[in-house]
């Protein structure tokens, strides 16, 4: 292994220039050139990359973002483009890549792979938590005290206005976020992709909780919940007009959604040890010969995963997670 490629694609997610500069710089220690290539598959085929230093990744573990930066590209989509990519990456002599992304960005090596005749190594770089094969993914930990940060707001002036407060997190596929925000910010309701909806059910428990003396609530929703983002409940609990069925006086409910500010900010201590540990595995790992895989964290131990688990397999919610939620919003 003499050249070594690097690159990020799809969202972006905190800790992902930590991760960069582990690759550059074990890259390095082990006498092997990095190449960077830049907004991920997109400057793959374009062409568009630079040759790493040791200065190039100085300072960057305490900053948000990709300095490599990322795209999602619909030319990688057909056989054409990916060739196109292939090409490029021998031309350069690349015979190996990191590659860190999410869901989208492994499915795509998956038909890369009969185009590149390198090796290849992924590193789960999504605020999600939805891959296989990890623990955690780089990124999740920020995204999450982030998400909690505005619960903890919201619930100041949901108590002070005595409302209801519907909280939209990022979860398009996947309910992790919504599920450790939601327990870490005492919310009363938690709807995730995972667990269908029962709308009706979710508003009863509300109303139930206000006869008992509460006098505001938070619902934390993922993106991808099966009744729809916040809005979407919004409208389908005012048509339900629980309040008038039960005897109770209409709640005053809001919605906040927090949207992408879920993705920046300075990554928190966790993002950025798991991504200089997974960084610095990766890259051993591709001298050693390995390839096809994923490095991620397995109960505290660094470990290889092949990209076909990481994509085809479910990672599931944590069922005590779920249990905890529900007897903890009584």
């Not at 190996?96 to 492994?106: Q, S, Y």
Request: glycine share 12%; hydrophobic share 40%.
């Amino acid at each position: 292994m003499k050249k070594i490629g690097v690159f990020t694609s799809g969202g972006d997610a905190p800790g992902m220039n930590a991760a960069i500069r582990a690759v550059v710089r074990t890259g390095i220690y082990y006498g092997v050139e990095v190449v960077g290539i830049l907004r991920g598959y997109h400057g793959m085929i374009e062409g568009e990359s630079i040759k790493m230093e040791l200065r190039s990744v100085s300072n960057l573990l305490k900053s948000g973002g990709t300095i490599l930066k990322t795209s999602r590209c619909k030319e990688f989509k057909t056989p054409e483009g990916r060739q196109k990519a292939a090409d490029y990456l021998h031309s350069q002599g690349i015979d190996g890549l990191v590659a860190i992304g999410g869901n989208g960005t492994l499915t795509g090596l998956l038909e890369f792979r009969k185009h590149y005749k390198g090796k290849v190594i992924a590193l789960p770089g999504t605020i999600d938590n939805d891959l296989y094969g990890t623990d955690y993914t780089i990124g999740y930990h920020t995204a999450v005290e982030t998400a909690l940060e505005v619960i903890d707001k919201i619930k100041d002036t949901a108590g002070s206005h005595e409302r209801v407060f519907i909280v939209e997190v990022m979860g398009a596929h996947a309910g992790f976020i919504a599920m450790d925000a939601g327990i870490g910010g005492g919310a009363e309701e938690i709807l995730i992709p995972e667990i269908n909806t029962d709308l009706t059910a979710s508003i009863i428990q509300i109303i139930e909780g206000w006869r008992k003396g509460k006098t505001s609530s938070i619902i934390v929703v993922a993106e991808g919940c099966s009744e729809g983002g916040a809005y979407q409940i919004l409208e389908k609990a005012k048509q339900l007009d629980l309040t008038r069925h039960l005897g109770m006086s209409e709640l005053d409910i809001r919605v906040v959604v927090i949207g992408h500010i879920q993705r920046g900010g300075t990554p928190v201590f966790f993002d950025r040890v798991l991504a200089s540990k997974l960084g610095t595995y990766a890259v051993e790992k591709l001298i050693e010969g390995c390839d096809n895989a994923m490095a991620g964290e397995l109960n505290h131990q660094c470990a290889l995963t092949p990209i076909e688990d990481t994509v085809y397999k479910k990672k599931p919610i944590d069922p005590f997670a779920l249990k905890v939620a529900k007897i903890l919003a009584i």
